[in-house]
């Protein structure tokens, strides 16, 4: 989960954030107040939440799931994104990370269209499954990585032809490339990685973009 593209040097961020990014002041002011706590490195990039906004207007979006809130930044951007007639089921497990969320979505007067989920994520996902199969247009997961597996596949359930799957943090630092004695989160990424690009029921792209991230589109 990171706040900028790995890689980059804080010159070449400055420059795309002064040139290609329309960042909103709510939205500036959640990144930043969240950019101060000790859990800070959990919160997307600011170019990363606007590329997922962009992807969600050009799909014409209005069905959204995200896995990991935090403290809303993602979703406040794919709030705004999928406008006032969309829905946005927001998963997380924290209720005093969400409340910060919650505090900013009703600032940018989107809190009508987020629907709050705190518990565990499998099972907000099954109970959707037994409604709304088939239905969503994107599915973003941001969450513990060894549940990364079992997201993606619920998530395949869920999506409708077309859909599409991004997953965030799949270069994980680099710390993908050092597979000898990792630790379970690298590992668990890895074996996503591979899985994934290997599974013809979905057309992948791994983005050097934050700390990397994965769309999968439903074939």
């Given amino acids: ?16 954030r ?12 959640l990144r930043e107040e969240t950019g101060r706590m000790p859990q800070a490195n959990m919160q997307i990039s600011a170019e990363q ?20 809130t935090f403290t809303g930044y993602s979703a406040l951007w794919m709030a705004e994104a999928i406008g006032p007639e969309g829905l946005l089921v927001a998963c997380d497990v924290s209720d ?6 919650r505090r900013y979505w009703g600032m940018a007067d989107v809190q009508d269209r987020i629907s709050l ?6 099972d907000t996902l099954q109970a959707l499954l037994q409604e709304s199969r088939g239905t969503w247009d994107l599915v973003f997961v941001d969450a513990d990585k060894s ?8 998530a395949h359930a869920l999506l409708r032809e077309g859909g599409v799957l991004a997953v965030d943090n799949t270069l994980w630092s680099g710390k993908v490339l050092e597979l000898e004695g990792a630790d379970a989160d690298t590992a668990a990424i890895h074996a996503f990685n ?15 973009i934050g700390d990397g991230l994965t769309l999968a589109r439903k074939r």
């Fill in 49 to 68: 939440g606007q590329f997922l906004a962009l992807l969600l207007e050009i799909m014409g979006a209005r069905r959204v799931i995200e896995v990991g």
């Fill in 194 to 208: 591979q899985a994934l690009v290997g599974d013809e029921r979905w057309t992948v792209s791994l983005l050097p």
């Fill in 1 to 16: 989960m990171s706040r900028k593209t790995m890689g980059l040097d804080d010159a070449v961020i400055d420059y795309v």
């Fill in 117 to 122: 989920r705190l518990g565990d994520a499998r």
């Fill in 96 to 101: 005093e990370w969400t409340a910060v969320a």
């Fill in 147 to 154: 549940g990364y597996a079992a997201y993606a596949e619920l």
């Fill in 18 to 29: 002064a040139y290609g990014l329309r960042e909103g002041e709510i939205a500036r002011a």
